[in-house]
Structures are given as C-alpha cells and as structure tokens.
C-alpha cells in the first residue's frame, strides 16, 4: 500500500486526478469505477478542467460507479446518477453507452445486481477504483459487519450513514434506508485502487483501516490484502496515522 499525505484538500484533488489521468492516457480504453461524496468532487472538478485543456480524453473509457441509494429515481437531485452527471458525465466526451450505473429504481433487486455484476465481468473488470471512506470505515455502501466475499448487493444503511449523508438530503427523513452497492469482493477485484481520505472526521476510520486488523467491522481494512492500492489523505485525515 501507498501512501501520499498532501497538505491539504486542494492538493489531494490535484493528486487524485493526475493519478487518474496519467491511467487514462497510458490505456484509454479504461475501465473506471467512480465514487460519489464530497470527497473526489474537487477530483472530478481537475479532470474536467484537464479535459478541457485537451490533456486527457474518455472517448474510450468505461465508467462504473460504486453505489446508488435505493429506492431513488436517477433524475432525483440526490442520486449518484445524478451528482456523476453534474460533477463529470455532462462535461466531459465519455460515451453514454459505456458509463454503467445501479438502477435506484429496479424491481427486482438480485436481478440488478446480477446485471451489474455480468456487465463488470463482460468488460474484464476494473482499472482503477477510486474510493472514498465513510466515518465508520464504509467503502461503497459496504457497511461495517458486511462479509468481505459479497459481490454486488442490496444494504440497508446504517444510522450513522443516513445521519452522514442528510447534509445532501436537507433532513434525515428523506435519506433512502436501501442502497445498492458493489460488494467488498467486487471492488477488491480491481487491478488499482485509489482511496482518498479528507478531514478529520475521517481520522479514526483511516487509522483503523491501514493500521488495525483486517476485519469485516471496518470494511476499508481490507485493502491491505490488496496488491496496489494507493492511498491519498490529506494531514487532517491522516492525524492518527503517526
Ligand atoms: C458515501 C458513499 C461512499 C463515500 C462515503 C464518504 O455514503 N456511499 O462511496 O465514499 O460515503 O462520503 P464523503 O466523501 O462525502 O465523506
């Protein structure tokens, strides 16, 4: 495992992106996963500017995105679907068809994931990850106590993550309980992971991560058995990491 401490939240995003881009151009036909959350906006913010200066293209890119709440329309104002339009889909060339997404509004849930899971492996799986880490130490939507082999499911969020995302919502009553999420085992078969970490609420989460057991209680630890990942956290993130 990497680690970049950066001074600050700004440089992480311009860590992250240069990472991403450097990916994009050594294979451009790239298969991407993307996060959501506050934390890769400022990422997502350089690489459209990068695109627009003509240093990186997505004509041949393939996106997936890790999560999406459940139930919840795509053209809802807090979907993932909708923030990956706004933060990057609609301001960059990636082709409509190659960008894949968890539908919120699935009737059969097992079903979607499966589709979800048949269309990971019919592009060969993913380059690069980009992760972020929720406070209690969630990637995706993975929650702590969710078995590492699960491959992509349905969740049921906990109170600490509605809490977390009502900041988006407005009130914690219109936070979705569900979400449906690439599972531990899907994201770990990545050939490269990013994990970016910014604040210091995310101290405690990153320090059980890459310094305590692996264990299932805290779902990012398990990227120490991972072969390449690399880790960027800004100070405030990596305080208690000493
Ligand atoms: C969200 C997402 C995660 C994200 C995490 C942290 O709920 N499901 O993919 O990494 O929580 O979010 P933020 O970056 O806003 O702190």
Known sequence: MKLEI????????RRAAEIVIAECRKRPQIVLGLATG????????????????????????????????YPIAPDHPHSFRRFM???????????????????GTAADVERECSRYEAELEAVGGID?????????GHIGFNEPGTPFHLKTHKVALTEQTMRANARFFGSLADVPRHALTM??????????????????????????????????AVPASVLQLHPDVTVIADKAAAQRLA
């Open 38 to 69: 506050a934390t890769p906006i400022g990422m997502y913010r350089q690489l459209v500017q990068a695109y627009q200066r003509g240093r990186v293209s997505f004509s041949r890119a393939t996106t997936f995105n890790l999560d999406e709440y």
């Open 85 to 103: 339009h706004q933060q990057l889909f609609d301001q960059v060339d990636l082709a409509a068809e190659r960008i894949h997404f968890l539908r």
């Open 128 to 136: 690069l990850q980009v992760l972020g880490i929720g406070e209690n």
């Open 183 to 216: 599972g531990i085992c899907s994201i770990m078969r990545s050939r490269k992971i990013l994990l970016l970490a910014s604040g210091e609420k995310k101290a405690d989460a990153l320090a059980a991560a890459l310094l305590g057991p692996v264990t299932e």
């Open 6 to 13: 950066v001074p600050d939240y700004a440089e992480l995003s």
